[in-house]
């Protein structure tokens, strides 16, 4: 028995784990096997990658397959990481199309949550990049599923959270990209109106997110900095050292739990200050895409500086009209109720995928707490105010919810019957999924 | 590409295998994976084609099969510069003391096959005037213990052949170099309860072979010289009280 959680070491679940290496020892399991749930690398926040009986994880599925220089086509196993294919493709010109704030996402984690980055308004999710993808499905059969063919398994397996089956494989479109540097721009937002403007004025930019300042009051209140960025061509970054920078080693790593009351709304809204005041006034500059993307990557073990009874995520997406009403009560529920709300960014989506995925158009806003038994309050009457406005919940990062309060908008009946049954995490059983 | 240097593999499904594998391939070296049943590897070979733009093939040989031996090098399409075996069957100690072909199984796997198959390559090797030879091996072979002596007889006399091999190949420019990993995470180990302290991974032993493929010598981790310098040194009257 092995105890897992996800990234935010809430809750913590005693489990069997097992790691097939093998398609044929990976059936061998799932067909032997009453109640599972698949798990990539354990980066989803709460306990959607987690089963009692039996958590298959699916790291040591990692081998690419096949791979076209010239289409930017990858056929891969789904335990592959983004990382492998940054450090493999980068260097021929090739850059995925969508990565979520870490690198170190599988495949199958990034189809089962269809991930978004910061070009969301733009290209869309991940699963807009996947050409096919192959399942163990709900008939204990391997099946390739696409757009056009067995589309609805392909529709809800994106999203899916990994309930309709375990993904073996898949093939996936990178781009093409002439440097492995970005050209970052930053704009002050003084306020909350001026935020959610300034995502609309720059809705050309590839990339765009918002770190927002969700202690400020006053008239500070929903002060932001919105970070743009460009994949640098060839002729823009001569200057640098290698025109396709090589990952980062790690520079530090968390030796261990910090005590958990050094996060408090004083001590973060220090913080926050400060950080508001460093990203004023700084240029437009060139940055190499690890820095730039993945920023939380480059300290291991992030997640211990929330203590050891770990933190929780909260993100959701408010219809664009919305926004501001939203928004200004959910800040407003923070800076009277909750303690210790470290990271807070702003995004605006695009139009989505529908079904089980996440992203939709409007606003979407992440939060961590660290957790304590107020936080979970606080967070629990968000998902409230979020309901009674139309939102929904990223389920990759939940942690709290319970059944009544999972009121995403898709089709349960349609979903059930590509559902496989055997397929239950912590999470699917909590909200009834 | 011609240029690059290239490493056989046998027992190339192993975990330890794999890691080598991608360790040399990540230096630029083309790969020749040799094992029983390798079709069941072609995941693994086009991984690491594509990973690291280099050449892989993939072999046919059954260790058990000392006929074919000979055709097996024959077919390779070129003598590599390093051969490493990583051939191994742990077995089932309680089990195979029953049993005649059940320990012969495991003595042969892990003695026999890989000793006259290195010893063919190393002929090669000498005639050629150069090459690495490497051998997996064990610690178990240092000293027998209750609970694994079939096994760790069979590494005892890989250990020994490697040993004289060294020393007869030692003014014909072919090293030879013995590798005891200790205690690894792998697919052989899994379900075994293994101390963390002195539990490697098989990437840190791919490292620790890269870095010493040259070298004619016994290489342990730092850990496991430490541990087994202590264990040689219990005399024989009281180890055989012991509970290992």
Redesign the interface.
Known sequence: MNELSGWGRYRKIKTKELTP??ESELLEILRHSESYIPRGNGRSYGDSAINKNLTVTMTRM??????NQESGELVA?SGVLIA?IID?FLPRGWFPYVTPGTKFVTLGGAIACDVHGKNHHKDGSFGNFVNWIEIFNNNNEVVRCSSDENSELFHWTIGGMGLTGVIIRCSIQLKKVESGWIKQQTVVNNNLNETLQSFYEHKKATYSVAWIDCLAKGKSFGRSILMLGEHAQKSEVEAKPANYPKRKSKKITFPFDAPSFLLNNFTVSAFNRLYFNLNKNKQSSYVDWDTYFYPLDSIGDWNRMYGKNGFFQFQCVLPRELSEQGYTKILSTIQSKSSGTFLAVLKDFGSGNGHLSFPQEGLTLALDFKVSQKNIEVGKELTDIVNSLGGSFYLAKDAIMNSSQFNNDFDKEEFLKYRNVAIKSEQSIRIEL | MSKNKTILIIGAKSDIAVAVAHKFASEGYNLQLAARNSS?LD??V??LK??YEINVSNHEVDILKYETFSDFIDSLGCLPDIALCAVGILGNQTNDEKSFSNSSLVMRTNYEGPSLLLGEIANRFEMRGSGSIIGISSVAGDRGRASNYIYGSAKSGFTAFLSGLRNRLYKSNVNVLTILPGFVET?MTKGLRLPKLITASPESISCIIYQKKHKSKVAYPLVWQIVMFFIRSIPEFIFKRIKL
């Open positions: 290496q093998s990692n081998r690419l397959l096949q791979w196993e492998d493999t | 069941e995941e693994v086009s991984d594509i990973r697919k």
